[in-house]
């Protein structure tokens, strides 16, 4: 969601990866990246810093058995002796150069004007559907996880917020009755009305009517008796790649984690397909099989 003085164009400036950097451990999946989004508006910590709180059980450390049964310390540990916090204090470092920090801050600025123009309002749309993922929760407590289907997520390119072109990804949320009614595809064409806001640093539509189709895409559309059985058959990963997320099998869940003390990431890697890591998936293998054959009979 930058700017461009040239022309009415923005991009996604809250997912920029070259501006900070951060040595806490929950990082380390990214080789220490974080978002403008995540510091300065998710977290607030720049250029304060924020404090990490862990939790050790003395008992489980020492190899003894919990009088309660837990395995890890969770919020019901709170009032147990054997219970030991520990405090961190991180402080994200800039990954640029002052003059370019400088930069940053302008476009940051003019973008931040731009939303407030948007957000919270209901706006006209355009844009291309590039892919049709289900929106998926992780839950996790003391004692088991689940997963919960929520809807869908509908990713746009190509897109224009009222006469303003946006050059990244814009989403669309579909309650799973819509996306039942509509049957939105990879390929479809579409423009309408919708309510814009942001979810987890990126710019997302909500309630969308008055929709009109210009080119509707081939394929079937997602059936929530197929993401069910995705979610029995499928398998997490333990880092998110870069493929994964082109995958139309590759879907990033939300981490809910009710119970609170057991640190997990916010967001996962699912592999609806099961492989069990993606250096064992063979569907670009076969997509790459599946392309050549038609060259051939072309």
């Known amino acids: 969601m930058g700017y461009n003085s040239s022309v009415t164009e923005y991009y996604n400036i809250y997912k920029r990866q070259d501006i900070f950097r951060c040595v806490h451990g929950e990082h380390g999946r990214f080789a220490h990246v974080v978002s403008p989004w995540h510091v300065l508006e998710e977290k607030g910590c720049w250029p304060e810093g ?3 709180f862990y939790f050790r059980c003395s008992r489980l450390l020492k190899g003894a058995t919990c009088p309660r049964r837990f395995h890890r310390p969770g919020q019901r540990c709170q009032n147990c002796p054997a219970l030991r916090e520990e405090k961190r204090h991180y402080t994200p470092e800039l990954a640029v150069s002052a003059a370019d920090w400088q930069a940053f801050r302008s476009d940051l600025e003019r973008h931040r004007r731009w939303l407030s123009s948007v957000r919270g309002r209901c706006v006209s749309f355009f844009g291309k559907v590039e892919s049709v993922k289900p929106h998926i929760k992780h839950v996790y407590n003391d004692r088991r996880s689940y997963f919960l289907f929520i809807g869908w997520w509908v990713v746009l390119t190509e897109a224009f917020i009222g006469r303003d072109r946006f050059t990244d990804r814009l989403f669309l949320y579909l309650p799973k009755g819509k996306q039942a009614r509509w049957g939105m595809v990879e390929g479809d064409e579409l423009e ?4 814009a806001d942001l979810f987890q640093g990126r710019l997302t539509l909500f309630q969308p009517r008055s929709l009109e189709w210009n080119i509707h895409g081939e394929g079937r559309p997602g059936r929530e008796s197929d993401i ?12 998110q790649e870069e493929r994964c997320f082109s995958c139309k099998n590759g879907v990033l869940v939300n981490v809910e984690n009710p119970e609170g003390l057991r640190r997990r990431p916010k967001r996962e890697m699912f592999c609806m397909a099961g492989f069990p890591n993606p250096g064992a998936c063979t ?8 392309l050549e054959g038609c060259r051939r009979v072309s």
């Open 228 to 239: 069910l059985l995705g979610l029995n058959l499928g398998s997490l990963f333990d880092r």
């Open 50 to 52: 924020c404090l990490s």
């Open 283 to 290: 569907h670009a293998v076969f997509s790459h099989i599946a």
């Open 192 to 195: 309408g009305m919708a309510q």
